[in-house]
């Protein structure tokens, strides 16, 4: 996968989950709605939280398949696996924090009830009704997960140059073109993989055609 389609697409992906919930939100909040958009902000909120569980555990894929072929490649050093420990651990706060406010909202009542006069706040799951739910699994979760990205950043492994990588004997640093990609923006969009290049024009990904592939099947 070339490193120009994770940023793309797993950032369009995200951004799309946060405008569903941001127009979620937006919908529940407002009183002055009707009852059908009242729900249908619901919803989106709901589906929102879904989709994130969702991005989440794809991202955990695909690192772990990078994780496996560095391993199986030689390449797993500690400038490779700090990092990814970091990404695990911090996906898993993230992912913590999600199944936290998926809990939380498809436990509670209709929205719609929430304006209600009759309504009882004690309907309300108990992950709303206290603030200890938020302080453990939101606010504490999220510190510790800045504070590791800040302890343990990504730049103190990798080099100052994006265009700068390890070529297959993994020890050698290779220069190639950084986040170029030949293919057409629709093909990066719909097919991040490249499992199927009708463009004609992204040949062999320039990782595999350094010229040390060959040198390595000779040894």
């Not at 994130?52 to 696996?81: D, M, N």
């Not at 190639?176 to 093909?187: A, R, Y």
Request: aromatic share 14%.
């Amino acid at each position: 996968m070339h490193p120009l389609r994770v940023l793309s697409t797993f950032g369009t992906l995200s951004c799309l989950v946060e405008v569903v919930n941001a127009i979620g939100i937006s919908y529940m909040a407002n009183r002055a709605l009707p009852e059908r958009l009242l729900k249908l902000g619901e919803i989106l909120l709901k589906a929102s939280l879904v989709s994130q569980v969702v991005v989440i555990a794809l991202f955990f894929l695909l690192a772990s398949i990078f994780h496996r072929r560095c391993h199986h490649g030689g390449v797993l050093t500690p400038k490779v696996k700090t990092p990814l420990f970091i990404l695990y651990t911090s996906m898993f706060l993230l992912l913590a924090r999600t199944v936290y406010r998926v809990a939380e909202h498809f436990s509670n009542p209709p929205v719609s009830m929430f304006f209600s006069p009759t309504f009882d706040p004690m309907t309300l799951s108990p992950a709303t009704r206290y603030e200890w739910f938020f302080y453990v699994f939101e606010a504490f979760v999220m510190l510790v997960n800045m504070a590791a990205w800040n302890i343990w950043h990504p730049r103190r492994f990798l080099p100052r140059d994006k265009r700068v990588y390890l070529a297959q004997d993994g020890q050698t640093e290779v220069q190639g073109p950084g986040w170029k990609d030949e293919h057409f923006w629709d093909i990066t969009c719909f097919d991040p993989l490249g499992i199927e290049d009708t463009s004609g024009r992204g040949g062999k990904p320039f990782w595999e055609d350094s010229g040390f592939a060959h040198l390595m099947k000779g040894r």
